[in-house]
């Protein structure tokens, strides 16, 4: 068995494709939850509040709640009101994004931004694509939710953040001054604060290699990578994982066994 004290678990990819519950997450989740081990749902889905995430999670039959619930969104929140305060934000992302940033007092505005947030944008036009191409190129400071390229779901893989801070990189030619979601570690280690668990006692649990284990490993915690969502089985890149550290399992049926015996 793996020795842990809180159990932190990627979303897409990991817990639901689309807005099915991969199997063995409702299971894995509920067993945790019935033996009081403490766990959160880290995600770069910046598209949807912590509520809607965990709505879905709940309709799919995985029972988490929206406190155990935490989104690029809100890490962007969180930093952004100490590192830029006063500063005028335009947003490449969903209302649910811009209504993050409200909530920890961001200006979210349409014209003369101090700045560009890009995240996760099912909203996406190309009239907002060319402003936030022009606010860049006219100085904005250049900031995103997360860098995945993009975001699994059933039968196929969406563009996410990633692939538009690549379209925007390549008409602008700069790139993000600050990245908040994963794989920066800083967000994994103020989720284990505010659970009051420490990142070493932690397991975190994703599905995307470049991604998830680096956020883990950096932040001091333990790392498990399922292969059920952007890694699979025969990936090449499977060859670079570092040596220790890292479980690899190809479902979430084994690993459960690895956490509950």
């Given at each position: 068995m793996v020795s842990y004290s809180a159990c932190l678990f990627d979303l897409d990819g990991t817990l639901l494709l689309g807005r099915k519950a991969i199997s063995g997450a409702s299971e894995l989740v509920s067993l945790l939850q019935e033996k009081g081990i403490p766990l959160a749902v880290?995600?770069?889905n910046s598209a949807?509040?912590?509520?809607d995430h965990a709505l879905q999670?709940?309709?799919s039959g995985i029972p988490v709640y929206s406190k155990q619930v935490y989104t690029s969104a809100r890490a962007a929140g969180e930093e952004m009101a100490k590192l830029y305060p006063d500063a005028a934000v335009y947003v490449l992302g969903t209302p649910s994004l811009a209504a993050e940033l409200g909530r920890h007092g961001i200006q979210v505005v349409e014209e003369l931004p101090d700045a560009v947030l890009v995240g996760f944008d099912q909203t996406l036009s190309y009239e907002r694509l060319r402003k936030a191409c022009y606010f860049l190129e006219h100085g904005a400071t250049f900031l995103a939710t997360h860098p995945d390229p993009t975001c699994p779901t059933e039968g196929q893989h969406l563009p996410d953040a990633g692939a538009l801070?690549?379209?925007l990189e390549a008409t602008t030619g700069r790139r993000p001054e600050r990245?908040?979601?994963?794989?920066?570690?800083?967000f994994l280690k103020r989720v284990a604060e505010s659970m009051g668990v420490d990142p070493a006692g932690c397991l975190y649990v994703g599905d995307r290699l470049e991604v998830d284990i680096p956020f883990a490993l950096n932040a001091g915690a333990m790392a498990a990578l399922v292969l059920s969502g952007a890694t699979s089985v025969g990936d090449p890149l499977l060859d670079s994982l570092p040596q220790?550290?890292?479980l690899v399992v190809k479902d979430l049926w084994e690993l459960r066994g690895y956490l509950l015996g």
């Open positions: 880290i995600t770069n949807y509040s912590a509520r999670l709940q309709r801070l690549a379209l990245i908040f979601g994963k794989p920066d570690p800083g220790g550290g890292v």
